[in-house]
């Protein structure tokens, strides 16, 4: 996976797992590990060489947070946009090219907690 590591805190910890199992699979992402009351997302089996996202349940307030997948082609970009808006999340971004820079082709879609998810692919 292009991200080392995060944690992303969440409300409903099932509601995560089942929105982002769906989103992050056309990124050859899924569950690597499942530790109530933390999950972890990633590429791999979840061994220690693993880095994967950490989703953690609270109670707390809940800080909004951004974070973008690199994708290896602009139909990955597509399928996570279509994915995870049929899992619930909201369209904040229809896939497609984007100001930042050449090349730069993502969509955005807000997760179950707000959370601003972004697929980018910046090759050829």
């Not at 619930?88 to 971004?93: A, T, V």
């Not at 984007?98 to 879609?109: I, W």
């Amino acid at each position: 996976m292009p991200i080392d590591h995060a944690k992303l805190p969440v409300r409903d910890l099932a509601a995560a797992r089942a929105f982002y199992a769906a989103a992050l699979a056309p990124l050859g992402c899924g569950v690597v590990w499942d530790r109530s009351p933390t999950l972890g997302l990633g590429k791999g089996d979840g061994g220690d060489d693993d880095e994967p996202i950490a989703f953690e349940l609270t109670a707390a307030p809940i800080a909004r947070c951004h974070i973008a997948f690199v994708a290896a082609a602009r139909n990955e970009v597509d399928a996570f946009h279509e994915a995870a808006v049929a899992a619930g999340g909201i369209d904040n971004g229809a896939p497609g090219e984007r100001p930042y820079g050449d090349r730069y082709y993502a969509a955005v879609v807000l997760d179950p907690d707000g959370h601003n998810i972004e697929a980018v692919y910046k090759g050829a």
